[in-house]
């Protein structure tokens, strides 16, 4: 069984930056396929982010793409989502998923039935 515990949210303005972690406990994540999601008020949960291991490509939403990166400290067993040039849009919360068979990276990273596991989420609000 593994743990994920989201951190770092917090209230930005426009045009700053935060670092989100996902700490994972119970089982090492190094080869596991691990994603972003986030979910803002009154719309449903959706992709974000998302990164494989080994040679595995990062894939990103087309709305974060060039202003967010994916990475992970395979030592601290946790994944970051570094997020820079925030708009009032990327205002939701923000949660870290884990799939450990990485089956079919390519096809399903964006998929939320695909993951196993998940954090609680962390508040992302990002003012004018």
Known sequence: QVQLVDAGGGLVQAGGSLRLSCAASGRTVSNYCMGWFRQ??????????????????????????????IS?????????????????????????AAAPRCRDYSRNYYLQSWYDYWGHGTQVTVSL
């Open 40 to 69: 803002a008020p009154g719309k449903e949960r959706e992709f974000v982010a998302a990164l494989g291991w080994g040679l595995m490509s990062t894939y990103y939403a087309d709305s974060v793409k060039g202003r967010f990166t």
């Open 72 to 96: 992970r400290d395979n030592v601290k067993n946790t994944v970051y989502l570094q997020m820079n040039s925030l708009k009032p849009e990327d205002t939701a919360v923000y949660y870290c």
